[in-house]
């Protein structure tokens, strides 16, 4: 079955270290994006991706980092540059179009120990 | 300042009752999505709608482009339906802007 796989479900970083969170889809599709969710607020973009090879900042980008080497995985990074990484991510893709619905994983909680 | 505005933030409701929410938004889009997210966190697509009125099931959705609003209405409402649902919004390109978010709880 097709679909977006994120990896792990939980994830617990020690202080100044960094920690990267798996995002791979087999959708065939262009577009993957990252978002921080935070209790009682909407989903914020981290970064975006349309193509390999290539992706941008969203609005809170600083302290997280990406890579987009194939169209199927588009992992993030958090770094020890970002103070307040305690939040669920979520790894999101859809097919550039007018037309198109977007997909999303299952989310990683990320904690701070 | 929240490009997407969703009421009410939460809800419950009797199972059987007809539920509204509704979503306004303040910028030119090309499209807006309706999402439902579940506990655990998961979340899945419901419609996509530029114009008019979708339905699937239980659930429909409408959209006033001129008003810029849009309502998820959810008949004969059942204790599965308890989720968060998500409003969002495209513009032009690539990038969404999200709701908060409206809680519901169906009470059997």
């Known amino acids: 079955d097709g679909g977006i796989t994120q990896s792990p479900k939980y994830l617990f970083r020690k202080e100044g270290q960094n920690v990267t969170l798996s995002c791979e889809q087999n959708?065939?599709?262009?577009?993957m994006y990252w978002y921080r969710q935070d209790p009682g607020q909407g989903l914020r973009l981290i970064y975006y991706?349309?193509?390999?090879?290539?992706?941008q900042k969203g609005d809170i980008a600083e302290g997280y980092s990406v890579s987009r080497e194939k169209k199927e995985s588009f992992p993030l990074t958090v770094t020890s540059a970002q103070k307040n990484p305690t939040a669920f991510y979520l790894c999101?893709?859809?097919?550039?179009?007018?037309?198109?619905?977007?997909?999303f994983g299952s989310g990683t909680q990320l904690s701070v120990l | 300042k929240n490009e997407v505005e969703q009421s009410p933030q939460n809800l419950t409701a009797q199972e059987g009752e007809f539920i509204t929410i509704n979503c306004s938004y303040s910028?030119?889009?090309?499209?807006l999505h309706w999402l439902q997210q579940h506990p655990g966190g998961g979340i899945v697509s419901l419609f996509m709608?530029?114009?008019g009125k979708k339905k699937h099931g239980r659930l429909i959705a409408t959209i006033n482009i001129q008003e810029k609003h849009s309502s998820l209405h959810i008949t004969a409402s059942h204790p599965r339906d308890s989720a968060v649902y998500i409003c969002?919004?495209?513009?032009?390109?690539?990038?969404?802007?999200f709701g908060t978010g409206t809680s519901l709880t169906v009470i059997p």
């Open positions: 969002a919004v495209r513009l032009n390109g690539n990038q969404f802007y």
């Open positions: 959708l065939n599709h262009d577009a």
């Open positions: 709608l530029s114009s």
């Open positions: 910028v030119g889009i090309s499209a």
């Open positions: 999101a893709s859809r097919l550039t179009g007018t037309g198109e619905k977007l997909f």
């Open positions: 991706s349309q193509i390999v090879n290539d992706f």
